[in-house]
């Protein structure tokens, strides 16, 4: 995993290799790179394999399903939003006989050929997940 910084436009590059974790690495260079807040603008590459959740019911709180999927997997995109150095990434897949497949980014997405990503860091915003309810669901919020 190598990262790239454009430091007149605080966009970030992130270069990631075979067998790299995808949000684990997103998660990574978030620290190395002192992205506290930050807008992941674009990802693409291919999987290995990928872990993702959707939701499956309309109540609220939703009730969540975790789908293991066995690559090769084309990552047609993604993006997402970081705070607090922690990335929350929506991505779209497509399989193998052209089926897609998109939600909620999990760890143990793996890496097959490689992903290209960009991510934009806000400089003048900091923000947060803070839950506002009852429900484990965090809300973004600014910090001062």
Do not use: W
């Not at 995808?22 to 807008?39: F, M, N, P, Y």
């Not at 999990?106 to 923000?127: H, N, P, Q, T």
């Amino acid at each position: 995993m190598e990262f790239f910084e454009d430091k007149e436009t605080g966009v970030v590059v992130v270069a990631l290799r075979y067998g790299d974790g995808l949000l684990e690495s997103l998660r990574e260079v978030a620290k190395k790179a002192d992205i506290h807040t930050g807008v992941v603008i674009s990802g693409i590459g291919s999987l290995r394999k990928g872990h993702i959740h959707t939701v499956v019911s309309n109540r609220y709180p939703p009730t969540d399903e975790y789908i293991q999927l066995e690559g090769p997997l084309e990552i047609a995109q993604f993006g997402g939003i970081i705070a607090d150095y922690q990335p929350h990434v929506h991505i779209s897949l497509m399989t193998l006989d052209r089926m897609y497949l998109g939600g909620h980014l999990e760890e143990g997405c793996e890496i097959l050929a490689l992903s290209e990503i960009s991510i934009l860091r806000l400089k003048g915003l900091k923000l947060q997940r803070q839950k506002v309810d009852e429900t484990s669901i965090a809300h973004l919020r600014s910090v001062e």
